[in-house]
């Protein structure tokens, strides 16, 4: 089992300095320190637009469909009792009741204190509620939680579901300062396009708010960079002129790169 909600507010308690560690990362000798830390072993991030909701040929799967399968395809699923990071933050903007969603083998050992197990209709309706809300969806294999909440010995069938906003993920900010190590952890879908349009006005809203900065102003329009980009596609959310378009790939090839990404069995071997 698990550790209780009592032993994870200990952990809980080094929150603060999260920051802080981001923004010193890529600084020498603290960046060798850290490396180990994020290397491909032990955190897995990869960001999935969960709120898109674009017209899709029909022989697409759209990442909110992918997302649902993976869900069904677990082996355990459990509902944490709230957001961390928007509660730790103290978010005025998004809800801080939409938690996290742990699948695999080592769900089924995490303390009811921290929240409970929960059906599959009940995690797919938990993820639309995120969609409404329009959250991003992470898909995460980190040890840091799983070392928090007392499960770090079944890490290999452990997967985190999160729904991030802007102002309180974990590990969305101040990744603009931090080591590229951190930013090397995150894997954008190959399946995701994110593009500008002709529609752009310039207004620099996407370049302010992308966390990585792939966003940069160029002759008054908006550029992407591609190998920078990470594919969340909070730019085309946030856009006032609608002028960033989401495409997926037109072949069935969604789900199964979520699972390569994330390369860790939902299910006991």
């Known amino acids: 089992m698990g550790y209780s909600k009592r032993v994870v507010k200990l952990f809980l308690g080094l929150w603060p300095f999260t920051h802080p560690v981001k923004r010193l990362s890529s ?3 603290l960046r060798r320190l850290f490396a180990p830390l994020v290397r491909q072993e032990v955190m ?7 709120a898109e909701d674009v017209p899709p040929p029909q022989s697409t799967v759209l990442p909110r469909q992918a997302i649902a399968e993976l869900i069904r395809e677990s082996s355990h699923r459990f509902i944490y009792d709230g957001c961390i990071c928007r509660q730790q933050e103290g978010c005025r903007d998004y809800p801080h009741d939409l938690g996290c969603i742990f699948l695999g083998e080592a769900a089924s050992r995490l303390h009811p204190s921290l929240g409970h197990q929960a059906t599959v209709e009940e995690c797919l309706e938990h993820l639309e509620r995120a969609s409404r809300a329009g959250l991003v969806g992470m898909l995460g294999h ?9 499960v770090l010995r079944d890490f290999r069938h452990f997967l985190v579901l999160c729904f991030c906003c802007d102002c309180c993920c974990l590990v969305r900010t101040d990744l603009r300062e ?16 994110v593009t500008v349009t002709d529609a752009c006005k310039g207004c620099g809203t996407c370049a302010a708010s992308c966390f990585v900065g792939a966003v940069a102003l ?3 329009r908006a550029r992407i960079d591609p190998l920078a980009c990470k ?9 006032p002129n609608g ?22 069995p939902l299910r006991e071997e």
């Open 243 to 264: 002028a960033i378009r989401v495409d997926f790939d037109p072949h069935d090839g969604l789900f199964p790169e979520l699972l390569s990404r994330v390369r860790t």
């Open 27 to 29: 600084r020498s000798p």
């Open 231 to 239: 594919g969340c596609a909070r730019c085309a959310q946030l856009c």
């Open 44 to 50: 897995r991030v990869t960001f999935v637009p969960v």
């Open 178 to 193: 931090a080591a590229e190590e951190f930013k090397r952890a995150i894997k954008k879908l190959d399946n995701v396009k």
């Open 218 to 220: 160029q002759d008054g």
């Open 142 to 150: 980190i040890w840091f939680d799983a070392a928090a909440l007392g």
